[in-house]
């Protein structure tokens, strides 16, 4: 599918990164981070299920995966094997970085259980098919895995959004993550990860960004326009409140189908708090933004070294200590893996 330009202002345009979408991305990896580091805290309920929206961000992020891919490839789409190159070294390198470190750190301080078959399904990305292994090294790294599992079958995305109007695409995803829900819950498998996580499980999210990245193509303002307060506020808490209902009380079955609500929930409050334009709030989230690969890939790490150095430690301490560490290396980490792309030229 190509896309032609006929105005280059708009090209010039269109070249531009969108704030809202770095703030939105900032969201989801600090929410994310915040759900995972809450969970230190052995918060009880009703406050633990409160926390638990935090998890949500996840969902908008798949969204954002999906804008950002495709909106790439409808200003410049590459061959497959040339695609594959370019996308999958810029996730795999730094998060392959990252688990070898991981196990290195391991050797010296317990934070995880050294497997050399463990070690090898992240550096092979046979982890994502081993529930007893897609864990190691950091929980939060399934998501990696499924985000690899998208760039492989993008290309058949494409090619089947082609075919498609948006509408039928969008519905054939839908239709797609709901079949694979069902099959997965009728074999029994809605606690496994590997199962439960499964590309297929967020493929109407993903379309969804893709969809997005066509419309926002074609019309620069669809970002700009201004959407009422009150109702995404509503929307976006009840949409909320019942994706927490569904998880508190249908269990693993109940989180296969909140993802709408869930991402309906996320997306809209996150939109109202960017649109309230309080000043330090966006600037912190757009600064989260552009380091939010280093900041998903690093938070585990840092925090589960931490309350392994420091068993002994208030857990609220440890939260602490983390949230101050991770920002500032996460900046570093991303300084040096953009430093090694425009090396590298990749």
């Known amino acids: 599918m190509k896309y032609k330009i006929s105005n280059p202002h708009k090209l010039k345009q269109r070249n531009k990164r969108f704030e809202i ?10 929410a994310t981070m915040t759900f995972h580091y809450c969970r230190h805290l052995n918060i009880s309920n009703p406050f633990g299920g409160i926390v638990s929206v935090g998890g949500t961000g996840v969902h908008l992020f798949i969204v954002l995966s999906g804008f950002g891919l495709y909106y790439s490839y ?14 999958i070294l810029k996730v795999y390198i730094p998060y392959i970085f990252i688990v070898l470190m991981s196990a290195l750190i ?5 934070v995880y259980q050294n497997s050399l078959y463990a070690l090898g399904g992240h550096i092979f990305l046979y982890k994502m098919f081993d529930e007893s292994i897609i864990g190691s090294y950091g929980y939060s790294l399934w998501f990696i895995s ?10 058949l995305m494409v090619w089947l959004k082609s075919k498609l109007k948006n509408r ?3 519905i054939s995803g839908l239709f797609i993550s709901f079949s694979w829900a069902i099959l997965v819950i009728l ?4 606690g496994q990860r590997i199962w439960n996580s499964f590309f297929l499980q967020y493929f109407w999210e993903f379309s969804l960004g893709m969809v997005i990245a066509e419309k926002i193509f074609e019309n620069e303002d669809l970002l700009n326009k201004k959407t009422n307060q009150l109702f995404l506020l ?8 019942l994706c927490g209902v569904l998880a508190l009380k249908a269990g693993d079955a109940g989180r296969l189908f909140n993802d709408f609500f869930a991402l309906i929930g996320s997306a809209f409050l996150v939109v109202f708090l960017y649109n309230l334009k309080i000043e330090s709030i966006n ?5 989260i933004g552009k380091i939010s690969t280093s900041v998903y890939l690093l938070h585990i790490p840092v925090i589960l070294t931490i309350s392994t150095l420091y068993n002994d430690l208030n857990p609220i301490y440890i939260v602490m200590l983390s949230f101050m560490i991770v920002i500032p290396a996460s900046f570093l980490y991303q300084k040096m893996i953009t430093a090694y792309f425009k090396m590298t030229k990749l």
């Not at 979408?21 to 600090?30: A, E, M, R, T």
């Not at 409808?74 to 996308?87: A, G, H, M, S």
């Not at 074999?187 to 809605?190: A, C, G, I, L, P």
């Not at 509503?234 to 409140?241: K, M, P, Q, W, Y």
């Open 234 to 241: 509503t929307v976006g808490a009840i949409s909320s409140i």
């Open 74 to 87: 409808v200003r410049k789409p590459l061959p497959y094997l040339l695609f594959l190159r370019k996308r």
């Open 168 to 170: 039928y695409f969008l």
């Open 106 to 110: 391991s050797v010296f301080i317990p």
């Open 283 to 287: 600037t912190f989230f757009l600064f």
């Open 146 to 155: 499924m985000i690899l599992q998208f760039y492989f079958t993008f290309h």
């Open 21 to 30: 979408v770095d703030f939105l991305k900032g969201y989801s990896i600090f």
């Open 187 to 190: 074999m029994n498998k809605e």
